[in-house]
C-alpha cells in the first residue's frame, strides 16, 4: 500500500502571501490529520478532516483553513503568511477517526521569507 | 485539556547502553498512548500504541513501553541501543473518550555513538 503523500515537500514564499499544500492519505483511510512541527514548540495539531466534515480544530488562527474531498485527498490553505509560519507541515491519515493510530507524510517544508 | 512531558530534551548513549525515555500526561480518563520516531530525514512512523489490556507494549526494533497508570506514565525502554536507533522520538496520548485529537510530547532527540 501507498503511503501518505504530500505535495509539495519544498516551498518558499514571502510575507503577506497565501499557500496551499496538500495530502493524499492511504487508500482506504478517511481520516486526515494536520501538524505544524516546529523546533520550539514540537508537534501541534492543526485540524482534523474526516468524510469531507471537520472534526477537530486546534488553537491557531482562522488564517488557516482546510478541506477535504471526497476521495479522502485533503488540503490546507494559510493565508496571509507571517515570518512564524515557517515549520513542516505534517499530514497524517488514519482508517477512521477515534483510533488515532495514525500513518505520517514525509511533510511540506514552508519557509516564510 | 491534556499535556504531555517528555523530560529529557536530548540524550546521549553509547552503543549497546540501555536506554529509557520518560513521558508523562496529564488526563484523569482513559486515554491511548503512543511513541513515534523520527529518523534522520524520514517521516514520523508508528513504534508502537497501547490502547488496552497489557500495560506493558512491545514494538519495533526491540522497543518497549510500560504504562503505568497510577504515574501518569508510559516510558520508552529498549535494552540496547545501536547506533540506528539515533532519531528523535515523540510520546502521543489522546482520550479515549469524545473525539480528541492526539497531543505530542515535544520530543526527545537521541544520539548513539559508537
Known amino acids: 500500500k501507498a503511503g501518505v503523500t504530500q505535495t509539495p515537500r519544498y516551498l518558499i514564499k514571502t510575507r503577506g502571501q497565501q499557500v496551499t499544500l496538500s495530502c493524499s492519505p492511504i487508500?482506504?483511510?478517511?481520516?486526515v490529520s494536520w501538524y505544524q512541527q516546529t523546533p520550539g514548540q514540537g508537534l501541534q495539531f492543526l485540524f482534523e478532516?474526516?468524510?469531507?466534515?471537520?472534526?477537530n480544530k486546534g488553537n491557531f488562527p482562522g488564517r488557516f483553513s482546510g478541506r477535504q474531498f471526497s476521495n479522502s485527498r485533503s488540503e490546507m490553505n494559510v493565508s496571509t503568511l507571517e515570518l512564524g509560519d515557517s515549520a513542516l507541515y505534517l499530514c497524517?491519515?488514519?482508517?477512521?477517526?477515534?483510533?488515532?493510530?495514525?500513518?505520517f507524510g514525509p511533510g511540506t517544508r514552508l519557509t516564510v521569507t | 485539556a491534556q499535556s504531555v512531558s517528555q523530560h529529557n530534551h536530548h540524550v546521549i548513549l553509547s552503543e549497546a547502553a540501555s536506554l529509557e525515555l520518560g513521558c508523562n500526561y496529564s488526563?484523569?480518563?482513559?486515554?491511548?498512548l503512543f511513541w513515534y520516531v523520527q529518523y534522520p530525514g524520514q517521516h514520523l512512523q508508528l513504534l508502537l500504541k497501547?490502547?488496552?489490556?497489557?500495560?506493558l507494549v512491545k514494538g519495533i526494533k526491540g522497543f518497549e513501553a510500560e504504562f503505568i497508570k497510577s504515574k501518569f506514565s508510559f516510558n520508552l525502554r529498549k535494552p540496547s541501543v545501536q547506533w540506528s536507533d539515533t532519531a528523535e522520538y515523540f510520546c502521543?496520548?489522546?482520550?479515549?473518550?469524545?473525539?480528541?485529537?492526539?497531543?505530542f510530547g515535544k520530543g526527545t532527540r537521541l544520539s548513539v555513538i559508537a
Open positions: 487508500s482506504g483511510h478517511r481520516s
Open positions: 502521543a496520548v489522546n482520550a479515549r473518550s469524545g473525539n480528541t485529537p492526539l497531543v
Open positions: 478532516y474526516f468524510s469531507e466534515t471537520q472534526r
Open positions: 488526563y484523569g480518563g482513559t486515554v491511548n
Open positions: 497524517a491519515s488514519s482508517a477512521t477517526t477515534g483510533t488515532y493510530e495514525q500513518y
Open positions: 497501547y490502547f488496552s489490556g497489557d500495560p
